[in-house]
Nanobody, 119 residues
């Protein structure tokens, strides 16, 4: 069982930066792929970025060059640095931990943190 708690969301002006943190408890994160997802009103939840156990990262096209995901396994924490924010980045951002158990993916989710970008 993994518990995930996001922090760092808030209200920012377009062009500014924000950093999100996800603190995990209940298990070490070294064997989990960690990710950030977001869901805007009326939209499907989408992957923003993830980082696997070997440190390889993946980003959705709309955030490439602006967002950076990182992890600190010793602190059981994953981060999302968001630069050059745009109004279309406005969404609830969710932290995700994923691990394969008996040949299937098992996902754990945080409660979400609101990010609002105004112009």
């Amino acid at each position: 069982q993994v518990q995930l708690v996001e922090s760092g969301g808030g209200l920012v002006q377009a062009g500014e930066s924000l950093s999100l943190s996800c603190a995990a408890s209940g298990s070490t994160l070294s064997l989990y792929t960690m990710g950030w997802y977001r869901q805007a009103p009326g939209k499907q939840r989408e992957l923003v970025a993830d980082i696997n156990t070997g440190g390889r990262t993946t980003y959705t096209d709309s955030v490439k060059g602006r967002f950076t995901i990182s992890r600190d396994n010793g602190k059981n924490t994953v981060y999302l640095q968001m630069n050059s924010l745009k109004p279309e980045d406005t969404a609830v951002y969710f932290c995700n931990a994923r691990k394969r158990i008996i040949g299937r993916n098992v996902d754990y989710w945080g409660q979400g943190t609101q990010v609002t970008v105004y112009s």
